[in-house]
């Protein structure tokens, strides 16, 4: 429902009628019609609060995570700037009689419709429509609204003075009324994860709406797409649905301005997929960008095979493989404070991908069909697409992959070198640029599929480009050399070639695994298409076994007759 600012009319208040208040943790509904249960679900009333050190040290924690994942409302809402200090009066059918605005003190009502509602008094405006509470309490001195509604029970759990507005008297906010209140109003229903329909507690029910307000919140206010190729449009478009709904495509530069100057919104691009001038034609027209790529824990399957993606990212500040300039990521690493509970989250994330053998395609994938020799330091060396983004941006040293297996000799003269092709190169889709006089510095090709994680336990030390496998090294415990200058080089954790002098901060490595995977990408859900966790995302692809579509296994065709005309170095 679109928000209204505007000047109150001379109607009682008494007329407006508003239904009985819902519960204060609830789905989004453009969320709750893919869900398989309900979130919560009324019970008659919650047990008293026990009168023990744990019952008080759970009620405390159920409003910390409240405080921290800002949810509980319609915290989906709009965020209209008001009055530093002033007061929101949220009113009920016959709250008229039951407070009288004092003189000086600024007075928003807030309606859930537009009816002709006003009161005497100092009103300057009226607020109508799904608002964010959160974002309306970062601003007001005193709430007016019933007991039970979410407005004022999230501005009692904060300390903020609440008075009742069916009473006129004020609601107490000191600990004790607000640990009692927490546990009443959460304890109250019963939580259901809409992904499964099974019973879970508050604290799980908090930490889901945490996560869907993160993707809100990263795709809100985009209006129009553009350079999304056709047969991942749904799948973005799943992503990028908010509360104003799924923005819409654009075929030309033209349009896709055009469209988001209307709306005054942001335009989502696939950087590789729209012209080289677009983002200067964007900036001069005043129309922000959202750079939109795959996530750094993809899919089951390759791109190039058409399996869309479970994971993306959205970029407002720049990208993540773009070094010349500052990304969302990279100031994310750079300022964000991580707390003791989202490091605990990283390293239970890092060990169960580490333990699952999974990649950026999921898991699986053959050990290859070599032993290494015991005598030499083994070094694997990761290629790449020659045209990627990520390579023609990244590789400051330049030379591509063949500069890349130069150094790694150069550097590592009697080493092992095992150079392995980007999986795209040997599907028969891409070019790797490897010119053929390199070949001899390798002292093997793997010019067969295989996994990377098993890999990755047998070699000493990894070289590569801007590749993500070098991320995922990390990841176990590898020694990674960047030629380039990747997302994940420049904090301390990699011997780097290159240096980024914006990236003074040193990292640890789950402090670098809860910015890229927890707090960066965005994540659906595989079988309900809900936006979900990275831990619930690494559990569907641990356990997924690829299923490839007709489309699917037409493009392996085609891959493998491409390869068999050219090599995979090639």
């Not at 405006?125 to 709430?143: K, R, S, Y």
């Not at 990279?330 to 989202?342: G, Q, T």
């Amino acid at each position: 429902m679109a928000i209204t600012v505007s000047a109150p009319s001379t109607r009682a208040v008494a007329e407006f009628r508003c239904a009985a208040s819902p519960p204060l943790l609830r789905a989004p509904a453009i969320f709750a019609t893919r869900s398989r249960a309900p979130l919560a679900i009324r019970k008659d009333a919650a047990s008293p609060m026990p009168l023990t050190d744990t019952a008080r040290e759970r009620a405390d924690n159920l409003i910390r995570r409240l405080k921290n994942a800002r949810v509980g409302g319609s915290f989906w809402g709009g965020r209209p700037e008001l009055a530093k200090g002033c007061t929101v009066w949220e009113p009920r059918r016959g709250d008229a009689a039951a407070f009288c605005p004092a003189a000086g003190n600024p007075i928003f009502l807030w309606v859930d419709e537009d009816p002709a509602v006003g009161a005497s008094g100092h009103l300057p405006g009226l607020l109508t429509g799904e608002l964010d509470p959160w974002h309306l309490l970062d601003q007001v001195a005193q709430v007016v609204a019933p007991a039970d509604d979410a407005l004022a029970i999230i501005a009692r759990l904060l300390g903020i003075p609440v008075i009742d507005s069916v009473t006129g008297k004020p609601l107490a906010h000191d600990l004790r009324a607000r640990r009692s209140l927490a546990w009443q109003v959460l304890e109250a229903p019963t939580y259901r994860e809409p992904f499964t329909g099974s019973e879970i507690p508050p604290e799980a029910a908090i930490d889901l709406l945490g996560e869907w307000r993160r993707h809100l919140d990263t795709v809100g206010g985009i209006g129009v797409q553009f350079g999304m190729r056709g047969w991942k449009r749904s799948q973005i478009d799943r992503f990028l649905t908010g509360v104003s709904g799924v923005p819409r495509h654009a075929r030309t530069t033209r349009a896709a301005l055009e469209v988001a100057g209307t709306k005054q919104a942001a335009v989502a691009i696939w950087p590789s997929r729209v012209p080289l001038e677009f983002e200067a034609r964007a900036a001069a027209s005043g129309v922000p960008v959202a750079r939109v790529e795959d996530g750094f824990l993809r899919s089951p399957g390759l791109g190039v095979h058409l399996v869309p993606p479970q994971s993306i990212i959205v970029d407002r500040e720049g990208i993540h493989y773009d070094p010349a300039r500052p990304s969302d990521l990279e100031r994310l690493l750079a300022e964000h404070r991580f707390p003791p509970e989202l490091l605990c989250r990283a390293v239970a994330l890092r060990m169960t991908i580490v333990s699952a053998g999974l990649g950026k395609y999921g898991s699986g994938g053959k050990p290859p069909a070599i032993v290494l020799p015991p005598d030499r330091r083994s070094i694997l060396v990761i290629g790449q697409v020659a045209d990627d983004r990520s390579v023609l941006m990244g590789d400051v040293a330049g030379g591509g992959n063949a500069g890349l297996l130069e150094r790694a000799r150069a550097h590592a003269p009697d080493a092992f070198l095992l150079y392995k092709p980007h999986p795209d190169v040997l599907s028969g889709h891409r070019r790797a640029g490897l010119r053929r006089e390199t070949h001899h510095l390798a002292d093997h090709i793997l010019n067969r599929p295989c996994g990377l994680a098993p890999l990755l336990k047998v070699v000493d030390e990894v070289h590569v480009l801007t590749s993500l496998a070098g991320f995922e090294a990390l990841l176990r415990g590898c020694d990674v050399m960047c030629h380039g200058a990747p997302f994940y080089a420049g904090w301390g954790l990699t011997h780097d070639l290159v240096s980024v002098p914006r990236r003074k901060r040193r990292l640890t490595l789950d402090q670098l695994v809860a910015g890229a995977l927890l707090l960066y990408p965005l994540y659906l859900d595989p079988d309900t298409g809900l936006p979900c966790s990275a831990e619930r995302l690494v559990a569907r692809l641990a356990g997924a076994t690829p299923r490839p579509s007709l489309v699917n296994r037409l493009r392996l065709f085609e891959g493998l007759i491409r390869r068999a005309l050219r090599p995979a170095t090639a």
